[in-house]
């Protein structure tokens, strides 16, 4: 049977949920977007994606004329409908129907499309993220701001598939020598002095909602934290390495580049983080 989607005020057959081939978001990616995970039926960390995707409109001058319980309806209605107890809700808001291909804004007001769908997966399971995946680093050729969570994803598309081909899980960005994040994840090293490290929010990377849950976590275990940039260097000798994000909570990494991290197998600090993570989401 085919999932329900949302489009635009109507809950839809996957057949039947399309929209405009002239749809900004298709044309110019000029659209927002946000994933949020379902652990035994329940959004996990929902008021955070709401506020991270109110500032994402807010910084491309889209204005988003509902509510965050509006959009709260709408994820519970698609948990409903399509029985999801885990999964995830992608979310995807654009500037809508401009009925013809122009880079301008459109000058009269025209209605913002948005999507929901739901999709099942393995969160709480993953054996791959378990057991710690294999990473390859490549050059962060994103643009400048990262930041903000647009559908402008082909940088990333591209790394995972570069990935893919190398016999390896995913894609770790660095820049000017410097890691920036991962493909679609935040990227934390327990470092040589067994600090909890991960860089700082900036225009370079997006501010994850996972990312800022397990800093508020490693800090209520009184874990050493320290939000600075590391190098490639520092991230290949580092004790652990782990990546965050919606979906895979809190993944391990045990190979990156063909290099062993720590003794190549997942660190404790992400296990425990990780279980931690999950426990809280009960
Ligand atoms: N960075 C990038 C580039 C991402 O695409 C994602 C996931 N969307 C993240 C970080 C992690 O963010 P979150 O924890 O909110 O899923």
Redesign the pocket.
Known sequence: MSMISYVNGQYLPEEQATVSVFDRGFLFADAVYE?TAIINGKLVDFE??IA?LQRSCHELQLALPYSSEEIKQIHTQLIERNNINEGLIYLQFTRGNAKQRNFLFPDKDIQPTLVLFAQKTNIVDNLKVKNGIRAVTVDDIRWAR?DI?TVA?LA?SLAKEYAKQQGADDAIFVKDGIVT??????CFIVNQHGQLQTRGLSHE????????AVLSLAKEQGIAIIEKAFSLEEMLTAKEVFM????TLVCPVIKINHQKIGEGKPGNIAIRLREIYLENTK
Not at 244 to 247: L, N, V
């Open positions: 994933v955070h994606h991270r990262c969570k994803l990333a994040e991962g493909s679609s994840s935040n990377i997006l501010p994850g909602i996972t990312r800022k965050t994000s919606a979906t």
